[in-house]
């Protein structure tokens, strides 16, 4: 009892006692009653607050920075007009061997002093009134593979005590999150490939894949049942942040074709990353004698093809008619990735084409990358002329980029939907 007070009170005729019992009674039933309520509505409300963000299309921008971003660097993505920020922070200088994670060989608990900096990170984001999509590159038994001599990190999708230590991983993770206001999802693994070296080709046909889940499902490279894993230990501390699922192999657009549907929680944005054809939009094309133009003919899969707007936009149909079929609503739909490279001729008109698309179809967006400071590759604000020597200078004495930025015609199918 919070007070000391009679349990009954003799007044006026005997007997009369038990009346007052009674309503003291009903009056701590009903405070009890109305407390619970109150309780109730506050998560769900807590629990609409986070989805009703992601039930109108939202714009943002990636940062995949080595040193965590200032206030500057979110104020400057805010003024355009970015309403939230995909954060990764594994190129962050870590207390252990990886940031946050401790150690991917073995997860033994978040790292305080990572944590800490990613949480005095989160607060930056949140003073220019950004929503924020945490997204690991690296999980227990995947280490990114620019952190790992450049290896494919697989022993996640050969083992499941991976699974348990990731999941462990994000419960853990989840906890410490869960109440700072700049939090808008948590995307559970950057790019995960369990397909890689699973025996499935990359864009192989849907058929094929679906045959290869078959064999696979249930097993360390099932995908879903991952998510569903993952999942399931946020929600032991967290009932109410969304999640955000990347598909198979690399987050492809078509890779979602075996997925056999919705995973079982009802908070999930399904995300795809958009740089097809990559033989023309990655870095190694502009080492080529002769680069692969866009629009024009590109390898992809096992074929050469035209890429223009329209195969640009069959292409990111596959994952809507997926949803579509699926049942899962447009607004739950996020490409979480898209890019060229600036110097890339046609680049311009590449974004136009993919946005054009990404805009019809109501889906949210965050473009790859705003001001990197570690590759200058996707980082249209520097247009298409080559990086000033000071950006390698910063790089390699470990300081913060010195380069200006500014608007130009690369970044212009960008600015002006982020504007509206």
Known sequence: MLRSEPQFRRIGTEGAWFVFSLQGCLMRLLRGALLFLLLGFATSAGAADLMRFWDTPQRGGNSFNRLPPDQAYFDALAGYGATWVRLSYDKWKPQGRDFLVGDADRYAGLSEGDLATLKATLDRANKARLKVVIAPLSLPGMRWAQNNSNQFDDRLWQDKAYWDQSAAFWRDLAAALKDHPAVAAYNIVNEPAPEKQGGLAEHAKPSAMQAWYGKHKGTARDLPAFYEAVIKAIREVDPVT?????????????????????LTDQRVLYAFHMYEPYAATSAPNLKREKPYAYPGMVPFGEQQEEWNGGRVGTYLQLPLDWADKAGIPRNRMVAGEFGCMRRLLGCRQYLEDVLTKLDEAKVHWAFYSFREDSWDGMDYELGSDKVNWKYWEAIDANQPDPVKRKPTPEFEPIRKRLAK
Do not use: K, N, Q, S
């Open 242 to 262: 969304p999640v955000m699922t990347d598909a198979g192999w690399y987050a492809a657009a078509d890779a979602f074709a075996y997925w056999p549907g919705p």
